[in-house]
Each structure stands twice: as structure tokens, then as C-alpha cells.
């Protein structure tokens, strides 16, 4: 089992920065993807950014390419955010998957960018 706890999403103006926080815990060395999702109002639930844990492989959507980073140490997953846009209003779900194919989700996050 694995736990993922987001935090760092607020109100922004657009141009501005944020950096999202996932936190997780169980059994993190499991782990074989970890990425972010978000979801507007009315809208489905899109991917972001996703990365593997093993090798080198990232991957961005391309609304947010050259804007967004993802990193992440042992426990914790980030993604820096910066040259915010109205669009990217949203919430943000940490997301991971594990040797074992079960699929893991945090609580979100909203992130709300103002004009």
C-alpha cells in the first residue's frame, strides 16, 4: 500500500509560480511511476507530467512543457510550476503505480490562477 498526501496548491496571479509537494509513504520502494494529474470543473481527469522511478523516463503534456518540472527524492514528488496560466486552474492529483499494477491516488490539490 501506498499513501500519497499533496500539498502547495493556493490562489496565484497568472505569470506566477507554485511548487506542488507529494508526500508519500507505505511501500515506496513499489513504486514504479509517480506523476500528476489535474481536473478542471467539467472537465476529465488529464496527466501532466509523469516519471519513472527506475530509468530516465519523463513525460509532459504539451500544454505545460517548458513551463513545468518534475523531481522528486526517496519520498516526496514535486512539480515546480512557473509561468502559470488562467487554464491551469485546476486540481492537481498525485498519482502512482506500483510493481503490482494497483494504481495509487492522493487527495489533490487546487491550484487557482487569477488574470
Known amino acids: 500500500q501506498v499513501q500519497l498526501v499533496e500539498s502547495g496548491g493556493g490562489l496565484v496571479q497568472a505569470g506566477g509560480s507554485l511548487r506542488l509537494t507529494c508526500s508519500a509513504s507505505?511501500?515506496?520502494?513499489?513504486?514504479?511511476?509517480m506523476g500528476w494529474y489535474h481536473q478542471a470543473p467539467g472537465k476529465e481527469r488529464d496527466l501532466v507530467a509523469l516519471l519513472s522511478t527506475t530509468t530516465a523516463y519523463t513525460n509532459y503534456a504539451d500544454s505545460v512543457k517548458g513551463r513545468f518540472t518534475l523531481s522528486r527524492d526517496n519520498a516526496n514528488l514535486y512539480l515546480q510550476m512557473n509561468e502559470l496560466k488562467p487554464e491551469d486552474t485546476a486540481v492537481y492529483y498525485c498519482?502512482?503505480?506500483?510493481?503490482?499494477?494497483?494504481?495509487?491516488w492522493g487527495q489533490g490539490t487546487q491550484v487557482t490562477v487569477s488574470s
Open positions: 507505505g511501500s515506496i520502494n513499489s513504486v514504479l511511476f
Open positions: 498519482y502512482a503505480v506500483d510493481r503490482a499494477r494497483a494504481a495509487y
